[in-house]
Nanobody
Framework: QVQLVESGGGLVQAGGSLRLSCAAS????????MGWFRQAPGKEREFVAT????????SYRDSVKGRFTISRDNTKNTVNLQMTSLKPEDTANYYC???????????????????WGQGTQVTVSS
């Protein structure tokens, strides 16, 4: 089982940027597809972005396309989410997740991810 720890969250004004990082330990990250999900208070946890094991395949939810970029560095066992042009509706707790099942293509389904971090809070003020 891989352990995941997110960092980089914080408070930012609308239009600003943040870079979230996810550090993995316990297993080689290249065995996994990775994903970022988010959950706002009172809402379901939702897919944000995913990347396959070698970084060649990525996918995003429609509302973040063109603003967010997911990337990974398997030599450092890290995954990042660069967020730009942030909006108040991006406010949520952001979670990093790892999927063995979908290692080759990534996934937008929560149930495909077996390992999760504790989350990092992102708050965007208007």
């Amino acid at each position: 089982q891989v352990q995941l720890v997110e960092s980089g969250g914080g408070l930012v004004q609308a239009g600003g940027s943040l870079r979230l990082s996810c550090a993995a330990s316990g297993r080689n990250l290249e065995d996994y597809a990775m994903g970022w999900f988010r959950q706002a208070p009172g809402k379901e946890r939702e897919f944000v972005a995913t990347i396959n094991w070698n970084g060649y395949t990525t996918s995003y939810r429609d509302s973040v396309k063109g603003r967010f970029t997911i990337s990974r560095d398997n030599t450092k066992n890290t995954v990042n989410l660069q967020m730009t042009s942030l909006k108040p509706e991006d406010t949520a707790n952001y979670y990093c997740a790892a999927s063995l099942k979908s290692w080759d293509r990534g996934s937008s389904e929560r149930t495909d991810f077996g390992s999760w971090g504790q989350g990092t809070q992102v708050t965007v003020s208007s």
